[in-house]
């Protein structure tokens, strides 16, 4: 079965800092990765996909298959990033549902 | 309207009551998908729709939930005889072709 592990539920950076959310996960096909965030009284919307390879919002995030990990990482922590962040992941094959994780609190303090 | 419509965003019954709980996805999104979210939790996957049929509904958890989606665009959440642990967000969102998923703002449902 597959499952996505995210291991911190709060990870504390002050502005500035570099930020690094974990995520994991357990499939033994070739998975499609994600990170979406929540803001604080918004909905869940997507960050970022493997498979774009593109930043946004300063954050990136890079399959390794490896040690089956999709790493959030963002240089220069902002204020506005504090949110909740849960990384997903979709199989390849038969439906498309999405797997998320147990999601990660960034907050980001001045 | 211009994202996902969820509608009642909370209810409040007692136990072993009838629920049901409605969703509007965008417009032109044939996939639908219910998921569950519990204090502290990610969203728990529940079930998909690819147009009006149920493509998977594997994450259900018992017989007591059911959903349809009769002409391919708004869908129900139905819930009988709830329980003090159907107490949760239930979030409702539809992908197109880029299969990015847009989410609701959710239904909170307390069950007493």
């Known amino acids: 079965a597959q499952r996505v592990t995210q291991p911190e539920k709060l990870l504390s950076v002050f502005k500035g800092a570099p930020v690094e959310l974990k995520c994991n996960y357990s499939?033994?096909?070739?998975?499609?990765l994600f990170w979406y965030v929540q803001y604080s009284r918004q909905r869940l919307q997507l960050l970022l996909r493997h498979i774009s390879r593109e930043s946004i919002k300063g954050f990136t995030a890079d399959l390794n298959k490896g040690e089956t990990s999709f790493h959030l990482k963002k240089p220069f922590a902002q204020e506005e990033d504090s949110a909740m962040y849960y990384c997903a992941l979709r199989t390849n094959t038969g439906f498309q549902k999405l797997v998320f994780g147990t999601g990660t609190r960034l907050l980001v303090s001045p | 309207g211009a994202g996902v419509s969820q509608t009642p965003s909370n209810k409040v019954t007692e136990k072993g009551k009838y629920v049901e709980l409605r969703c509007d996805p965008i417009s032109g999104h044939t996939a639908l998908y219910w998921y569950r979210q519990s204090l502290g939790q990610g969203p728990e996957f529940l079930i998909y729709f690819q147009g009006t049929g149920a493509a998977d509904d594997s994450g259900l958890p018992n017989d007591r939930f059911f959903a349809v989606r009769p002409e391919g665009s708004v869908s129900t959440l139905k819930i009988q005889r709830t329980e003090r642990g159907d107490s949760a967000v239930y979030l409702c969102?539809?992908?197109?072709?880029?299969?990015?998923?847009?989410f609701g703002e959710g239904s909170r449902l307390t069950v007493l």
């Open positions: 969102a539809s992908s197109g072709d880029f299969g990015e998923l847009f």
């Open positions: 499939y033994s096909g070739s998975p499609e």
